[in-house]
Each structure stands twice: as C-alpha cells, then as structure tokens.
C-alpha cells in the first residue's frame, strides 16, 4: 500500500517529499481541482518520486478532460487523475475512452486513474461500481473512490469496510489497481490495511486534520511508517 499525498503549493510539495506518490491538486477548485501546469513542471523538476496530478471533477465533456489529460501528462505527471461529476454509463464511457487515448497514444507508460465518488448518492454522480468496469475496458489503470463535497465526512461514511474491500477485489479481477481517499484519518490505517488498495490518497490526515491547512512533514513520514 503506497502513501499518496496531495499539496496544494510548490512549497507544500518540498513538506511531503516522503510520501510514495505526491499528488498535485488545487484544493480550491474541488476534490480534484486542477492545479496550475507549471506548478506540475516545477515539482516534477525536483521530485525523485512520482508525481500524479488531478485534472478536475469533471461534468460531461469529453473533448475538456481530453485536453486536460494531455495538458497534465505534457507538464510531467506519472499519473493523470480524473473525477466523474456526471452520471451514466454511456457518458462515463466517452469521457474515459477520451482520457486514455489523450494520454496512452503519446504516454503509453503513464498511468490514467479515473474516480468516483464515494457519496456518489449525494451528488448525484456515477458508481464506483459502475465506473471501475468501464474504466478497466478502456484501458484505465487505477479506480479511486474519494469524497465529492468535501465538509469533513469520510469515505466510511458512505462505504464500509466490506464494500471496499469489494471494491478492491473486483478492480484486481478486472485488471486494475485500486485507490481510496476522502478525509481518511489515522483512525481508518488499520481497515485500510485489511482492504489492501495499491493506493491511499491524505491531504487532510497530515494537515493535522484539517485540508485547508498545512501539510506537516512529519505526519507524512508518520502516516508511512503506520501503513508499512
């Protein structure tokens, strides 16, 4: 299980250095708000680890998370990381398709994570059910659960121990890998460990538990030697 955390600044990024995967988001502009291309060039410039970035929760359009997905991929991430705000098979099914071929034709070995939501219900938007089989059709190589509307409720509150761990059985079946994120806490490492994804996703966990804080360095290198 690797340690993905999200800064949201250059500055923020030198703090969570440690972790397995540093994510660039901007956490102003949602759960999955697309941060700036240079700041993704300039942390992809000093990170020995591999950088993913969030291109946006996404409503239905096809031809914006494309551009995105390759404007993300051309700047220096390793995974290219997209969130389904939509409903719908078909629609989830032209989205993904348009990701993948923006990133795989030009970036073979980069990695397209495609996410729902955890509270899907809530908002209105696809399964991760639902989605994890599309995603693994098209050629995607990680489905992540996270939360939507981010007013500090977990994943767990919408998804238990057990339909996670289904979750994650079902993606290793369908070929891929699994991420989960949505407020975890330190609270949580121990069921995430049962569950086993290839990924967790913090930002909140080593921000001292709130997100619109600051990462602390040395949370991260605590929340890494609990999941070891």
Sequence with gaps: MQLLVSPSSISEAKCAIAADIIDVKRPAEGSLGANFPWVIKEIKSFSKKPVSAAIGDFPYKPGGASLAAYGAACA??????????????????DVISAVVKAVKDEFPNKKVVIAAYSDHERMRTISPFVMAPIAAELGADLAMVDTGIKDKKSTFE?????????????????????????????NDLDRLKRINPAIIGVRGMVCGGDRNATIQEDLVRTALERIR
């Design 158 to 186: 919408f998804m238990n121990e057990e339909e996670l761990t289904s979750f994650t059985k079902r993606n290793s079946e369908l070929g891929l890998e699994t991420a989960l994120a949505g407020s975890l806490t330190f």
């Design 76 to 93: 220096g991430a390793d995974f290219i990381k997209i969130g389904l705000a939509f409903d719908g098979a078909d629609k989830a099914r």
